[in-house]
């Protein structure tokens, strides 16, 4: 069994910073990328950032220079802090990470359980 757990969602205030974090535990024998996606009520799942094993990054238009994507790889841990936050941050965010259980299996693509972010004063 392999699990992701998300933690340190919450509210906070427009301008604001929250640092989320989410750990993977189980069998795993490799993490290749890891992922943050968010949900807004009403809206698709869309991904936020993402990172590589070597840490190579990529962001989403709307929250480039606002949110910073970082892992540790030997923790088997994903980190996403979000600074100058936006009413319109406001969603359910998850982490998503394309794990092998063991030598010579497949990769799959597991997902956390979600961890509630709001913006609002």
């Known amino acids: 069994q392999v699990q992701l757990e998300e933690s340190g969602g919450g509210l906070v205030q427009p301008g604001g910073s929250l640092r989320l974090s989410c750990a993977a535990s189980g069998s795993i024998f490799s993490i290749n990328d890891m992922r943050w996606y968010r949900q807004a009520p009403g809206k698709e799942r869309e991904l936020v950032a993402s990172?590589?094993?070597?840490?190579?990054?990529n962001y989403a238009d709307s929250v480039k220079g606002r949110f910073t994507i970082s892992r540790d790889n030997a923790e088997n841990t994903v980190y996403l802090q979000m600074n100058s936050l936006k009413p319109e941050d406001t969603a359910v965010y998850y982490c998503n990470a394309d794990i092998k259980r063991r030598l010579g299996s497949a990769w799959y693509a597991y997902w956390g359980q979600g961890t509630q972010v709001t913006v609002s004063s």
């Open positions: 990172i590589t094993k070597s840490h190579s990054t």
